[in-house]
């Protein structure tokens, strides 16, 4: 694990630099790195995290109501959507933050650089010291470039629609029930968990998800729900 990351192929990337170096290197530090690293680095990235949850709700409410004029139940919808740990990981992933990351051994070989959650808080946490070191124009340009600009993407694939509002619709109108969803199992320390999630019609599993989260776990079964109650639909008609 290299102490002395060179980040201006990222500093390039976003056509920004870093004044305050310690800022840039801290949104990298995972909990983890600080037990093997303790005599290096004294500091983990989740206070920055906090942060910049906070930012990037702020300027994604701030953006959606400038620009839009549909009301507050679709614009929440839409901000919720653009905001979600998936979609932060993807645009991790593709600035290379996982090449940045100080993570311990451990989690580097379980794969950490590639975790959808770790990427996902990552990208908080870069924003968070992006703000705190640019001020809020430089941070309110780079959510604009990497995660707003992909909004009419995510309006083409309904993913600002919930997928556990759409499965209960679904499952009402085709069977009148109504889904529940149960805990099937839990794995990881307490500070990188992962749920897997069973959602249940009458008793009888349908599908299964994970995530960090329960309620992120419910997510993903309720998605992976419609999608098999699509596939089972275009199986019936072509056997039609």
Same mark, same amino acid.
């Given at each position: 694990?290299?102490?002395?990351? *060179? ?12 004044? +305050? ?13 600080? &037990? ?19 930012? =990037? ?6 953006? =959606?109501?400038?620009? !839009?004029? &549909?009301?507050? $139940? ?12 998936? #979609?932060?990981?993807?645009?991790? /992933? +593709? =600035?290379?933050? $996982?090449? !940045? ?31 705190? *070191? ?27 629609? +919930?997928? /556990?509002?759409?499965?209960?619709? =679904? ?8 889904? +529940? !969803? ?7 320390? *307490? #500070? ?16 299964? $998800? ?5 309620? !992120? ?9 419609? &999608? ?6 275009? &199986? ?5």
């Amino acid at each position: 694990m290299l102490l002395d990351k *060179d980040f201006s192929p990222l500093e390039q990337k976003i056509n920004y630099h870093f004044k +305050d170096r310690r800022l840039l290197k801290t949104a990298f530090v995972h909990r983890s790195a600080l &037990n093997e690293l303790h005599d290096h680095i004294n500091e983990h990235n989740e206070r920055l995290e906090f942060l910049g949850d906070a930012v =990037l709700e702020l300027i994604v409410t701030e953006n =959606l109501f400038l620009h !839009y004029p &549909n009301p507050e $139940g679709e614009l929440t919808n839409w901000r919720s959507a653009l905001v979600r740990g998936q #979609h932060l990981a993807e645009k991790a /992933k +593709d =600035l290379g933050f $996982g090449d !940045y990351l100080y993570l311990s051994h451990g989690e580097t070989k379980s794969g950490g650089k590639a975790k959808q959650m770790i990427l996902a808080n990552t990208f908080e946490a870069f924003l968070g010291a992006l703000y705190l *070191d640019g001020g809020y124009k430089i941070a309110k340009n780079f959510v604009e470039q990497t995660i707003i600009c992909h909004l009419s993407e995510i309006l083409a694939e309904g993913l600002d629609i +919930d997928p /556990k509002s759409r499965f209960q619709e =679904l499952a009402q109108e085709k069977y009148s029930i109504t889904p +529940d !969803y149960k805990v099937i199992s839990e794995s990881g320390p *307490d #500070h990188n968990k992962i749920f897997t999630v069973g959602v249940y019609l009458a008793d009888r599993q349908v599908a299964q $998800g994970q995530g960090s989260s329960k309620q !992120y776990a419910q997510i993903a079964a309720a998605r992976s729900a419609i &999608n098999q109650m699509f596939s089972d639909l275009q &199986n019936q008609i072509e056997k039609a």
